[in-house]
């Protein structure tokens, strides 16, 4: 597998960037992106929040050890936009109709530190090809940790000159 994000600077933060087409409706995309049933079988983390509205907290948590912190809804305009914060970065989802009914998905995550951008990468990648999985109606095991798809994917990262140096979990 190649890395497919782009590591790019947005108001001075480190951001990474994810650009996926699909062939389904933007609907379809939006409910993988903002129903909890559908993220568990692509988001690395548990996700729940009373309402998808600007402002409504959003917590997330691990099988593990079911902390995974907390956030806040900052845009919810099905089935184009959802976007929120996890730990104070922001994650961004846009979908885009495409004229043959098909959809685009641009993912943008902004950081706060930059030498953690190729970690974050592969692990985005890993995720992202599991909703490609959920969406293609084969979802396979939910991502998770390193596995040797991800040492593939960071190795890719850093070659290309993706920040990193940050500490790898597990």
Do not use: K
Not at 145 to 170: H, M, N, Q
Request: glycine share 10%; with cysteine.
């Amino acid at each position: 597998m190649n890395p497919t994000g782009s590591y790019l600077e947005i108001d001075g933060r480190p951001a990474l960037r994810f650009v996926r087409e699909y062939q389904h409706p933007a609907e379809r995309v939006f409910a993988l992106l903002t129903d909890p049933d559908e993220l568990a079988h692509w988001f690395p983390a548990r996700v729940a929040t009373p309402a998808w509205s600007p402002g409504a907290t959003v917590t997330f948590s691990f099988e593990a050890d079911d902390d995974g912190g907390t956030g806040s809804v900052l845009a919810h305009e099905p089935p184009h936009r959802v976007a929120f914060t996890w730990g104070g970065e922001e994650l961004r989802f846009e979908v885009e109709t495409l004229r043959d009914g098909r959809s685009r998905l641009t993912f943008t995550h902004l950081m706060d530190e930059r030498d953690t951008a190729s970690r974050n990468a592969a692990g985005w990648d890993v995720c992202l090809e599991a909703l490609t999985a959920a969406i293609d109606g084969t979802p396979g095991t939910l991502p998770g940790g390193r596995s040797p798809e991800w040492e593939e994917l960071y190795e890719g990262y850093v070659a290309a000159g993706v920040p990193s140096g940050a500490a790898i979990p597990g």
